[in-house]
């Protein structure tokens, strides 16, 4: 089992920067795969990016390549999310989520999910 809590959202000016942390508990951190998505009303969880076990490797969805930077501290047990340049149609509600690739569905483990809001 793994138990994800993010933090870290909330309202922001375009053009401005934000970072979400997640937070782990449970089952090994550093063993683990993870990821961002981010979710607009009704609509299917969308893929931000991944990291590796190591932090070696990530991945971008081209919509925020060059803007956003996933890291994490295994350390600490936390996964983060640096949002700058952020722009309105970055608004939505962000999730960590455990498990593997770029589809949703193949990730077993979610956070709460904190809403961020980028106003123009």
């Known amino acids: 089992q793994v138990q994800l809590v993010e933090s870290g959202g909330g309202l922001v000016q375009a053009g401005g920067s934000l970072r979400l942390s997640c937070a782990a508990s449970?089952?090994?951190?550093?063993?683990?795969?993870l990821g961002w998505f981010r979710q607009y009303p009704g609509k299917e969880r969308e893929f931000v990016g991944d990291?590796?076990?190591?932090?070696?490797?990530?991945r971008y969805a081209d919509s925020v390549k060059g803007r956003f930077t996933i890291s994490r501290d295994n350390a600490k047990n936390t996964l983060y999310l640096q949002m700058d340049s952020l722009k309105p149609e970055d608004t939505a509600v962000y999730f960590c989520?455990?498990?593997?690739?770029?589809?949703?569905?193949?990730?077993?483990?979610w956070g709460q999910g904190t809403q961020v809001t980028v106003s123009s």
């Open positions: 990291i590796n076990w190591s932090g070696v490797s990530t």
């Open positions: 449970g089952r090994a951190f550093s063993s683990l795969h």
């Open positions: 989520a455990a498990g593997i690739g770029t589809n949703w569905l193949t990730y077993n483990y």
